[in-house]
């Protein structure tokens, strides 16, 4: 599979505790974004990335939560401290430079169960 | 702000029978409306877009400014149509990147 990569798919944490996700976009993609998703709920914005460079952030994303995207290819988001209420999908999507280009691809997510 | 609203979670529609998924949208600007489609344990991947004005797996949607709607349309339902549909919209100017979504609705297709 060539498309968007996370890592893990499941995650089980005790509230308090840190987490970390990972995401793999779709090779030479530049723009990377996250979203959460709840139950009943459509993927809501988090973050957005161009190549290293974090250029916008959501409310939602609070202090607890951090983002980054190094060498502008993988990246992680870091949520510390969890709580219940973090427990959610989230969806990590990358889109490409080319003009026209419109389409963003998502991956599988990463489902996080904060107990 | 923009805002993206699906009044339908639930959708139940007889194989043969056409479809209509309701989008709605709030946005002063010249948005871009796109559906995004999660057949299950799938990922999300889009269906179609407005400025493709294309018809992906015999659907359809056309941007009706006046109404501010975005409604996704197919004249004859299958049973592999069965899947959660998210409409979304993006603010349509440059550097612009963040996708809003509407709730999604749910299509159950009856054999």
């Known amino acids: 599979d060539t498309g968007v990569s996370q890592d893990p798919r499941h995650k089980i944490t005790k509230r308090g505790q840190n987490v970390t996700f990972r995401c793999d976009p779709i090779?030479?993609?530049?723009?990377l974004y996250w979203y959460r998703q709840t139950l009943g709920q459509g993927p809501e914005f988090l973050t957005y990335?161009?190549?290293?460079?974090?250029?916008?952030k959501s409310r939602l994303l609070s202090d607890r939560f951090s983002a980054e995207r190094p060498k502008g290819s993988f990246s992680t988001l870091e949520i510390q401290r969890t709580e219940q209420g973090d427990s959610a999908m989230y969806l990590c999507?990358?889109?490409?430079?080319?003009?026209?280009?419109?389409?963003?691809?998502f991956g599988q997510g990463t489902r996080l169960t904060v107990v | 702000a923009q805002r993206v609203t699906q009044p339908e979670k639930l959708l139940s529609v007889f194989k043969g029978a056409p479809v209509e998924l309701k989008c709605n949208y709030s946005?002063?600007?010249?948005?871009?409306l796109f559906w995004y489609v999660q057949y299950s344990r799938q990922r999300l991947q889009l269906l179609l877009r407005?400025?493709s004005r294309e018809s992906i797996k015999g659907f359809t949607a056309d941007l009706n400014k006046g109404e501010t709607s975005f409604h996704l349309k197919k004249p004859f339902a299958q049973e592999e149509d069965s899947a959660m549909y998210y409409c979304?919209?993006?603010?349509?100017?440059?550097?612009?990147?963040?996708?809003?979504f509407g709730t999604g609705t749910r299509l159950t297709i009856i054999p």
């Open positions: 946005y002063s600007g010249s948005p871009e």
């Open positions: 979304a919209l993006r603010r349509g100017w440059f550097g612009n990147e963040k996708l809003t």
């Open positions: 407005h400025i």
């Open positions: 999507a990358s889109r490409g430079l080319k003009a026209g280009n419109t389409e963003a691809f």
């Open positions: 990335f161009q190549n290293e460079a974090q250029l916008e």
């Open positions: 090779s030479e993609h530049n723009r």
